[in-house]
């Protein structure tokens, strides 16, 4: 295996002396290069390697092709001077090559490029995360003890072998699957020796391997202060309407870290649109924009799929200063929504992350311990973390792998981590909602209103299908604007009307009717 800087490296070449103004070489200034020094055997070569050196991929795969090597690829300033020189014949070569790099590269080139296909017909795919099983387990002790080893450091004791198995696990986010990239358990071995050294111990203990994990970064700090100085906006207690915490991520590579943010969504008469404020203002990505679009076909849905309702909603990531991106946020979204539409407010207390279809069904997303962890050091920050909790996917309920004095609140009752795998489930939503709402003591108050209306309507002599049809109507045309209602009569060309003002259509979507004839979520 050879490290392929440039062509020179790759092929080789023929240095040329100048002599007043003379340039001569001879057989002592010829250099071979990986090709011809792996002759007869293998060259592993970095496909990052290639792409960086300009020409290097076109003059391997000629060589490949005609299994020679020439020394005239090259003459670098050289090529543009008429001198004379050595000019050797072409070497044959016979080798293997075997090209390591990414499936984006790798895509690229097999699907651009004819030769590649037949150059290189034989794929094999590794990864650093495995599964957790005996094999892997044993695989990855030898792999610490080995490091151990070679780079003197101080043992590791039970404790602390199962915290680095913890960090692993949660690199791969998964509680089935390791991480067993030897880079990175070497320097996390390293940098927890000398944290030990810095503690005057002669042991790595599982408090040393929590200080190198889990360090917080600079970047980190910096945003979590501007929380704790008011800069950035952010409720944690009470209830608003038309607000909620939402949960990002921020991964710049080297460093990841969630945090709270804060989501807003304003009602008003309009045409069933919902105003993404981020596309208005082309600081949305393309994933984001299709939330977006799945959100409006979900209100429809929920809503009336035959009938538009007179509002428009105005949605807003607040204080986001750059591209928006992904769909993890879209069930906090959704619930935004109907906060504003109904009027009923948001319990504050809990951040809520999660994707969602059209038919209201939650999908898992990315980075949830990372949420997690983030909403809490932030409540830790402003207050108190005691009585607060995130909403997530019940399918990455797998992935929850946390810090230590996340896992303690945990336990202790003090911070909840609730799952929800649907928009209907009523449990989850009342998580968010309160236990004031969405409960069947309202459910049985709008009942007994529509039993109101179709007696009235009923003395008339309307018949039972024209009843319907004109409640119907009547709840299609209200406005929303809360949950009080009520009845007035008054004689219009000496016909009886009546009024609704509840405005209360969109609950009413929200429920199931059971045999009785009775509403219930």
Excluded at 43 to 67: G, P, T
Aim: aromatic share 10%; proline share 2%.
């Amino acid at each position: 295996s050879f490290i392929i800087t440039n062509l020179n490296n790759l092929i080789g070449l023929i240095e040329y002396e100048n002599h007043n103004g003379m340039y001569t070489t001879n057989i002592s200034l010829i250099t071979a290069g990986s090709i011809l020094k792996a002759n007869g055997g293998c060259l592993i070569i970095r496909l990052n390697s290639l792409a960086v050196n300009n020409l290097s991929y076109y003059y391997l795969k000629k060589i490949l092709i005609s299994n020679k090597v020439s020394f005239d690829t090259n003459k670098s300033y050289l090529e543009f001077i008429n001198i004379n020189g050595l000019k050797p014949k072409s070497i044959p070569v016979k080798l293997k090559v075997i090209l390591i790099g990414d499936y984006e590269t790798y895509d690229i080139l097999y699907n651009s490029d004819e030769d590649f296909k037949k150059l290189f017909p034989l794929r094999a795919e590794f990864s650093s995360v495995v599964k957790v099983n005996e094999n892997s387990i044993v695989g990855i002790k030898k792999i610490i003890e080995k490091k151990i080893r070679k780079n003197e450091l101080f043992n590791v004791n039970n404790e602390a072998m199962s915290e680095i198995f913890k960090y692993l696990c949660k690199k791969s986010s998964s509680k089935k699957r390791i991480f067993s990239d030897e880079d990175d358990i070497d320097k996390l071995l390293v940098l927890s020796n000398n944290h030990a050294k810095e503690e005057k111990r002669m042991e790595i203990l599982k408090e040393d391997i929590r200080a190198v994990a889990y360090e917080e970064e600079l970047i980190e700090s910096e945003f979590i202060s501007m929380y704790e100085e008011k800069k950035i906006l952010i409720e944690i207690n009470d209830r608003k309407i038309g607000a909620i915490n939402g949960l990002a991520v921020i991964d710049n590579g080297y460093c990841t870290f969630g945090k709270p943010m804060r989501i807003t969504c304003v009602a008003y008469k309009g045409a069933g649109r919902i105003f993404d404020i981020q596309k208005e203002s082309n600081l949305s990505g393309k994933i984001h924009e299709k939330s977006i679009s799945i959100l409006k076909g979900l209100l429809t849905n929920i809503l009336n799929p035959y009938e538009s309702i007179p509002v428009d909603f105005h949605l807003s990531f607040e204080q986001t200063y750059g591209i928006v991106e992904g769909d993890s946020a879209s069930v906090a979204e959704i619930i935004c929504i109907l906060s504003a539409l109904s009027k009923k407010g948001i319990k504050q207390n809990i951040a809520v992350t999660g994707s969602i279809n059209q038919f209201g069904e939650v999908q898992p997303i990315g980075g949830v311990n990372d949420k997690i962890e983030g909403f809490f050091k932030v409540c830790s920050i402003l207050e108190s973390f005691e009585g607060k909790g995130v909403l997530i996917p019940e399918a990455n309920k797998d992935e929850i792998i946390l810090k230590s004095e996340v896992e303690e609140a945990i336990i202790n009752g003090k911070f909840c981590v609730y799952t929800m795998n649907s928009l209907n489930a009523n449990p989850e939503v009342k998580t968010v909602f309160g236990e004031d709402s969405l409960c069947e003591k309202l459910y049985e108050e709008i009942y007994q209103t529509k039993e109101k209306l179709r007696q009235r309507l009923g003395k008339e002599g309307e018949e039972d299908a024209d009843i319907e049809k004109i409640i119907n109507n009547m709840l299609i045309k209200s406005a929303f604007a809360g949950f009080k209602f009520y009845i007035e009569e008054y004689t219009i060309s000496t016909k009886r009307k009546i009024i609704i003002d509840y405005k209360i259509y969109v609950m009413l979507k929200l429920w199931k009717k059971k045999e009785d004839g009775r509403y219930k979520l």
